[in-house]
């Protein structure tokens, strides 16, 4: 079945820790996005990506990173300079970039 | 940067009503999505509109792009159980600009 993968679910990251998370897509699809969901918010954008070798910061790209080798991975790297990373991060992707956007499960990063 | 409002904020209904949630904007919208996120998972995209005016069915869900292309409204007929999470409303503006923005959800609480 094509879709998006997330990977894992639960995570837990030490104080001063780098964490990656895992996002697949196999819908052939050419963007891709990160996104974080906080209690009671809507999605803010990390970062996101048009095509392979290129992404370009969203709106609260500080203390992330990314890179995009590959049409079909995006992993997120939550660094230790983000001092609040407790979130639920979403991954998505589309055709193209005015295109809907389809989500993976996410990943629900907490800090030990 | 651009923000949708969207309301109301949560809802309790009694199985089998009907339901009605909208998003407002002070800025023009050229696609608008309509989304539902259950608890731990990612959202779904249910409907998206694409043109001033128009009127799309998903079942029993029904969605409309207003005219001013600020707003748009999401109704959901006969409501039942599993209609319970939470809704989003997101825009795309068009040329220019590949973000989503997203409102903040209606949670959605159905009562057997």
């Known amino acids: 079945d094509g879709g998006i993968t997330q990977s894992p679910k639960y995570l837990f990251r030490k104080e001063g820790q780098n964490v990656t998370l895992s996002c697949e897509q196999n819908?052939?699809?050419?963007?891709m996005y990160w996104y974080r969901q906080d209690p009671g918010q809507g999605l803010r954008l990390i970062y996101y990506s048009q095509i392979v070798n290129d992404f370009q910061k969203g709106d609260i790209a500080e203390g992330y990173s990314v890179s995009r080798e590959k049409k079909e991975s995006f992993p997120l790297t939550v660094t230790s300079a983000q001092k609040n990373p407790t979130a639920f991060y979403l991954c998505?992707?589309?055709?193209?970039?005015?295109?809907?956007?389809?989500f993976g499960d996410g990943t629900r990063l907490s800090i030990l | 940067g651009q923000q949708l409002n969207q309301s109301p904020q949560s809802m309790f209904i009694q199985e089998g009503e009907d339901v009605s949630m909208n998003c407002t904007s002070s800025s023009i919208f050229n696609t608008w999505l309509w989304y539902k996120q259950d608890p731990g998972e990612g959202p779904v995209l249910l409907i998206a509109?694409?043109?001033?005016?128009e009127l799309t069915s998903n079942g029993r869900l029904t969605a409309q792009f207003g005219i001013t292309r600020k707003d748009s409204f999401l109704n959901i007929s006969a409501s039942i159980p599993s209609d319970v999470g939470i809704y989003f409303c997101?825009?795309?503006?068009?040329?220019?600009?590949?973000?989503?923005?997203f409102g903040k959800g209606t949670k959605l609480s159905v009562i057997p």
């Open positions: 997101a825009g795309l503006p068009g040329a220019g600009s590949y973000q989503l923005t």
């Open positions: 509109l694409y043109k001033a005016g």
């Open positions: 998505a992707s589309s055709t193209g970039p005015y295109q809907p956007q389809h």
């Open positions: 819908l052939n699809h050419d963007a």
